[in-house]
């Protein structure tokens, strides 16, 4: 079994207590080939601060720990893939730890929501756990947030991002590790009540079994196995029961203080101050939940972000498809919340898409900037439902603030979010505060794609559908080279107002490319969207 060309990842999940890595590679008819894995405990995030911000010494330990990833990502020639959850999520100098951890490691960190979180949790958890075609529920607990997801194989049917971890918890209970029968019952309290409404949610949907993933599962899995007189070699698969996880709960809220606590058997002694908050948590979801056995999987966070960008790189060695399969359902159920008739919107996307492929010599842009032009263009018009007045500026909103958006990043959102902002009225400019804030190459790439989808809206203007499809080709006839953009159409049939609207707006495609552009009709069938 050969590994297919360009297909070594190295996936960073950047959690709010350790940075992990795992580097593999795609091979054929195979799960990936793990090449390297390690862990790094940092303490990025506090709950002290409600993870409100990040302390100037945890962020140099997490861009330490991130230059040491990508040296190891170099080594196996690995495209690195880092993504940051909830201690960055939520962090008001989140923009800090991102920009010092591209100049000073090199690495350009990718926020993701909590639900896309939770989805990727999903998919990394399952690779190491039969589920088959039993409905599952898989559950982790981070530093700052805990998700929950139920699904069947790998469709997720239930998504939440929860703000409870055992940091937050522990900062907020348990400072310093030190605690007592009376913080005890006032952390079940809390917990329970913050999960009540989920819990109904939860038993609506049903599940068959528990896949528990994370550091801390894990570590509690150990101390019951432990305090069974058991050592078993790995946790893989291994199972925790109600039974084994209060007596668990039991011996680690006797020890008052993180030091007796770090004398458990099993227990890993980095997280003998926050263990208790985790244990506490986990035990009050098998409550809430009504969970009897739970299944220990070795995989989570890292292993989904590996998986994902695995299957968006070479589709074909799937281990477990374009706007992916998921990205795209969960862009058109937004679509149809808002925008009672897509009709519009898909076919001036579709048209988007074929001008897109037919400059691609002019722009340069790749396969995962057509998807966030799809993405796009499918949710351009969703701002109708506020008002019809200034709807782009909704539709920004509406896309920015979603939390539906499953497979998307925080910045491939805000991208997504503003190509569908320019679909109209002014051209972006440097004095748009969130266009500012853009690195110089996705602002040339919300330019082209917003310049791209304003022609492609333009040449439905009547919402007839009166072209069919575009094509374009480069003009050297004259003194001055031209891209000359053919909207195609049957005979007979009239587009000048169409025309008219595609010309008037093609001027920032036009800008950005350093182009002449002229748009015309063509009423024979085209023979190819390619650049002639």
Do not use: W
């Not at 006797?254 to 058997?265: C, L």
């Not at 004095?431 to 110089?440: N, P, Q, V």
Request: charged content about 25%; overall charge negative.
């Amino acid at each position: 079994m050969t590994p297919p060309s360009n297909a070594t990842i190295a996936a960073v999940d950047i959690g709010t207590n350790s940075l992990h890595l795992v580097v593999a590679r795609a091979v054929d008819g195979a799960a990936p080939e793990v090449l390297a894995r390690e862990k790094i405990p940092v303490r990025l995030g506090s709950g002290r601060s409600d993870m409100k911000r990040l302390a100037p010494e945890a962020i140099e330990r997490a861009v330490q720990a991130l230059d040491h990833f990508r040296q190891i990502a170099a080594a196996h020639d690995a495209e690195l893939v880092a993504v940051a959850t909830s201690a960055v999520r939520e962090a008001e100098n989140q923009a800090e730890f991102i920009n010092r951890a591209a100049d000073a490691a090199g690495v350009r960190v990718a926020v993701i929501s909590g639900v896309e979180e939770a989805r990727l949790i999903h998919l990394g958890a399952i690779s190491a756990v039969p589920v088959a075609q039993r409905r599952h529920l898989v559950i982790d607990i981070g530093g700052g947030s805990t998700e929950v997801v139920i699904a069947e194989t790998t469709k997720p049917l239930f998504l939440r991002s929860l703000k409870l971890g055992h940091i937050r918890l522990s900062d907020r209970f348990f400072p310093n590790g030190e605690v007592t029968a009376q913080t005890v019952k006032q952390c079940r309290r809390y917990v329970r009540a913050f999960l009540a409404p989920v819990a109904q949610e939860v038993s609506d949907v049903g599940f068959e079994l528990v896949v528990g993933c994370s550091g801390t599962i894990e570590n509690l899995s150990r101390i019951a196995a432990a305090a069974n007189g058991q050592t078993p070699r790995t946790v893989d698969n291994l199972e925790l029961t109600r039974k084994d996880l209060d007596r668990v709960v039991a011996i680690l809220a006797s020890h008052p203080n993180a030091a007796e606590r770090g004398m458990v058997d099993g227990l890993d002694s980095q997280r003998s101050d926050v263990i208790v908050g985790g244990a506490i948590l986990l035990r009050q979801l098998f409550a809430s939940f009504d969970i009897n056995t739970l299944t220990v999987s070795p995989s989570a966070l890292r292993e989904g972000v590996l998986l994902d960008r695995l299957r968006r790189r070479t589709p074909s060695h799937d281990p477990l498809h374009h706007l992916g399969d998921l990205r795209r359902s969960s862009v058109l159920a937004v679509a149809r919340r808002f925008d009672e008739d897509l009709d519009h919107a898909q076919h001036a996307t579709d048209l988007a898409l074929e001008l897109f492929d037919a400059t691609r010599p002019q722009h340069g842009l790749e396969q995962p900037d057509r998807d966030l032009l799809e993405a796009a263009g499918l949710l351009h018009n969703i701002g109708r439902f506020v008002a019809h007045a200034a709807h782009h500026k909704h539709s920004y909103y509406l896309i920015r603030h979603s939390e539906h958006l499953a497979g998307l990043t925080e910045n491939e959102i805000e991208l997504v979010a503003q190509v569908a902002r320019y679909h109209r009225k002014s051209n972006p400019r440097p004095k748009h505060r969130e266009f500012a804030s853009l690195h110089d190459a996705d602002q040339r790439k919300v330019q082209i794609l917003a310049g791209l989808l304003r022609i492609a809206i333009g040449l439905d203007r009547t919402y007839r559908e009166a072209v069919s499809a575009i094509s374009a080709k480069i003009n050297t006839e004259g003194q001055t080279e031209e891209l000359v953009i053919n909207a195609h159409t049957n005979n007979g049939v009239d587009i000048e107002l169409e025309l008219f609207t595609a010309r008037e707006r093609s001027g920032l495609l036009a800008d950005i490319l350093s182009t002449a552009l002229r748009i015309e009709q063509h009423t024979d069938a085209p023979t190819s969207s390619a650049l002639a």
